[in-house]
């Protein structure tokens, strides 16, 4: 059975920092590309950041890029984003995907991810 699985989130102050993490099983971790997306109340859903397993590339959205980093452990299959400077508008449900590397020259596209994890609240408070 495939499965991701996140965890990590919760609640901090602006300027604080957050580590996710994305656990992943039931598939070739190395086969796959993991992004992370996020989804605000009422906004749609934005991609921010993305590693290939394999070669270790690593993608982010302008709106988190000096602020968050993303990292892979391919022996525990898990995939990080540690996040810094945060601010109130990073509130939102984070959610890590598994996608094949073939697509990541359109990686922000939440559509082209073929496993989803159940995601994990952040919330930012001012």
């Known amino acids: 059975e495939v499965q991701l699985v996140e965890s990590g989130g919760g609640l901090v102050q602006a300027g604080g920092s957050l580590r996710l993490s994305c656990a992943a099983s039931g598939f070739t971790f190395d086969d796959y590309a993991i992004g992370w997306f996020r989804q605000a109340p009422g906004k749609e859903r934005e991609g921010i950041s993305c590693i290939s397993s394999s070669d270790g590339s690593t993608y982010y959205a302008d709106s988190v890029k000096g602020r968050f980093t993303i990292s892979s452990d391919n022996a525990k299959n898990t995939v990080y984003l540690h996040m810094n400077s945060l601010k109130p508008e990073d509130t939102a449900v984070y959610y890590c995907?598994?996608?094949?590397?073939?697509?990541?020259?359109?990686?922000?596209?939440?559509?082209?991810?073929?496993?989803w994890g159940q995601g994990t609240q952040v919330t930012v408070s001012s």
């Open positions: 995907a598994a996608a094949p590397p073939s697509l990541l020259s359109i990686w922000v596209l939440w559509e082209v991810y073929d496993y």
